[in-house]
């Protein structure tokens, strides 16, 4: 048996030997696990992870290796290897991060990404890169190389099911599915907070609100139904109701949202009929109050009952579309025949007669207004939007999605930008216009 430190000190030992001949005489936390890893069933592979990293920093220099265990030392030596690359070779690597998008590993090494950066801007050279001599071995995670097939590979016609927060499914690819699988286990852990893997079947719950919890699934016969047939008018008639909730209270504004009720008991299934008709009443009931309220008594009690009767209202949509309240990137139209009917739902209640005629004969397309920051200029901002191209300009599916993203490219405007890095997301059947708008 023997001593704590006696084993942390072998346990040392061996990773200098394994950095010496495999490793370019560079220690990692990479090169500590995998050694302790390998020696798990050794007595010192039981030694404390902590101290032999502090005795393998303290001997450093006697044994003659580097140390790289914090994020500061990982990102100097990255930048003292792309200090030894030409300006091409280093615009050729992130050209090629760029391109590769949420499957290169690199793009995801943010001490990576901030080197390169730093390396193509026109800041002076710091004095500890002069004369300075680069690790040998590569500090960020190459790309799996792709072999090719010896004989043409048959199509994957597979599917898959996603799910996000329990909301409408969508059918995907499986491609697709085992990716976002692979990248919620391996490269984009520490975006995800839960993940539950079983054959073919993931549970991923990530960090952020937009992603959300996500169900993946093998598709069944009745997923892959035709989905023409489905009826896209109660989500778009309700969100163009529930935005309607959110204006004043002026009679005017009760007008238009009894009007979208209106719209809306008419496209509702029967059940929850009678709750939207029950709100349309009140909503009505509120604007003749007001509208004929004179005394300041009887303003008063007016306002009080249009605040009830557009929380009614409110219930009402979101008992017939729960997630009306704001629109999601999953629940946006993808193909021509959805984004027109979508149009006619979402227009229905105040669009003019030659608008929704215009509307129906239109382009379909998805429009996404970029623009920078008027900071730094390396976060910009994408407002997406389905909709129709008609002889009376745009007319939307949908209230618009706005997502923030950090730019890839310097050298590239917003909407480059959000061509490489968003473009890849769009699994649509129609165009997808990326336009540079600083209004956005």
Known sequence: MITAIERAN???????????????????????????????????????????RRIIRKRAELERVRVIFTEDERYWAIREQLHHMSADE????????????????RGWDKALTNAISVRLSNRPTPARLYGCKPVSVRLWREPRPESAPAVPAAADDRKHVRIVDGRTPQVIPTRDALDEMNHAMMGGARHVREMSHARSWARIVYKDRERGTVELRPATPEDLAPVAGRDAAPLFTALAAHEACGFGRTPRDLADLAGHLLVLGKVTPAEQRPAVEEAHAAVEGAWEALRTAHSLTARSAARDRGRTSVEQARAAILAVAPHAHRMHGTDMPATAEEIRAAVLAYNAAEGTPEELSAAATGTPVIRVHCRSDSGTGWTATAVITAGMESSVGHVPAHPPIVVEFRKRDGRLDAAENARRILGPRFRVAVPVDFVLDRRA
Request: without cysteine.
């Open 10 to 52: 072998a346990m040392a030992l061996q990773v200098f030997i394994a950095a010496h001949l495999h490793n370019g005489r560079v220690v990692t936390h990479d090169l500590v696990d995998a050694v302790m890893s390998r020696d798990a069933g050794t007595e010192q592979g039981q030694a404390n992870k902590e101290q032999v």
């Open 90 to 105: 280093v615009h050729a690597l992130r050209d090629e991060i760029t391109e590769g998008g949420d499957r290169d590993p």
